[in-house]
């Protein structure tokens, strides 16, 4: 009986790795099509990543909230924190990126992730991409309040609160608290942040986004700032 106990715990194992790297896989097209694109354009070396989730593949206007910044967003689909680190040799690594935006978080709660989970995940992106660059800044933008998944405000507050902690056990990681600006005074995700959908944010939600993130890049992303012309820096 014991060693049937085992085997069939071995088995468990093994089938929950395999569908774990079956989930990672179904992003591959969206991987594919970053290397292509920086095949037939290849993006500047030492700049502001943004990498995540959808959050990040919508926020379109990087370029004109971070002015003077280059800046390369590997936002994709409906990923977790882990695809993220499962695809890093791919869409971290040939940047050598000056410094690391992370947004992800809110998809793996709902996904059935504990808070728990989702630091230690953020941990495992940090040790991968600082296996590369071990003094690459990284700041982790906090899981936003939702209209879509209010009912996963409890898990959204104790993940924030776990990886704010562990990113203060960590050099050179910071946390981004966004949370406090998107809600009501009762706690309630502010509704004209956001589209129809009630889950992705509309320029005034990512206005308040640049707030957290603009001060951190100007402490942290000197090797990615743009130089200007002397007639630029005269505008």
Same mark, same amino acid.
């Given at each position: 009986?014991?060693?049937?106990?085992?085997?069939?715990?071995?088995? *468990?194992? +093994? &089938?929950? %790795?395999?569908?774990?790297?079956? $989930?990672?896989?179904?992003?591959?097209?969206? @991987?594919?099509?970053?290397?292509?694109?920086?095949?037939?354009?290849?993006?500047?070396?030492?700049?502001?990543?943004?990498?995540?989730?959808?959050?990040?593949?919508?926020?379109?206007?990087?370029?004109?909230?971070?002015?003077?910044?280059?800046?390369?967003?590997?936002?994709?689909?409906?990923?977790?924190?882990?695809?993220?680190?499962?695809?890093?040799?791919?869409?971290?690594?040939?940047?050598?990126?000056?410094?690391?935006?992370?947004?992800?978080?809110?998809?793996?709660?709902?996904?059935?992730?504990?808070?728990?989970?989702?630091?230690?995940? *953020?941990? +495992? &992106?940090? %040790?991968?991409?600082?296996?590369? $660059?071990?003094?690459?800044?990284?700041?982790? @933008?906090?899981?936003?309040?939702?209209?879509?998944?209010?009912?996963?405000?409890?898990?959204?507050?104790?993940?924030?609160?776990?990886?704010?902690?562990?990113?203060?056990?960590?050099?050179?990681?910071?946390?981004?608290?966004?949370?406090?600006?998107?809600?009501?005074?009762?706690?309630?995700?502010?509704?004209?942040?956001?589209?129809?959908?009630?889950?992705?944010?509309?320029?005034?939600?990512?206005?308040?986004?640049?707030?957290?993130?603009?001060?951190?890049?100007?402490?942290?992303?000197?090797?990615?700032?743009?130089?200007?012309?002397?007639?630029?820096?005269?505008?």
């Amino acid at each position: 009986m014991k060693r049937l106990t085992i085997l069939l715990t071995l088995l *468990f194992l +093994a &089938f929950g %790795a395999a569908a774990k790297e079956n $989930d990672h896989a179904k992003w591959e097209p969206d @991987i594919q099509a970053f290397e292509a694109s920086d095949k037939a354009a290849p993006p500047p070396q030492h700049a502001v990543l943004f990498i995540g989730s959808s959050s990040i593949r919508f926020w379109k206007t990087l370029d004109t909230d971070f002015p003077g910044y280059k800046v390369i967003n590997r936002g994709f689909g409906g990923s977790d924190l882990d695809d993220s680190t499962a695809f890093a040799d791919r869409i971290v690594r040939p940047y050598h990126p000056a410094a690391i935006v992370v947004y992800a978080g809110d998809n793996d709660l709902q996904n059935g992730d504990t808070p728990e989970q989702v630091r230690d995940d *953020f941990t +495992a &992106f940090v %040790a991968k991409v600082r296996s590369y $660059d071990p003094q690459v800044p990284i700041a982790f @933008i906090s899981i936003k309040p939702s209209i879509a998944r209010v009912n996963l405000l409890p898990q959204i507050d104790l993940a924030n609160q776990l990886v704010r902690d562990q990113a203060m056990k960590e050099k050179g990681v910071a946390f981004l608290d966004v949370a406090p600006a998107m809600v009501d005074a009762n706690g309630q995700p502010k509704a004209d942040l956001f589209i129809e959908d009630g889950l992705h944010m509309n320029p005034k939600g990512y206005a308040l986004w640049v707030a957290q993130v603009k001060p951190w890049l100007a402490d942290h992303a000197m090797a990615a700032q743009v130089k200007q012309s002397p007639n630029e820096a005269t505008k």
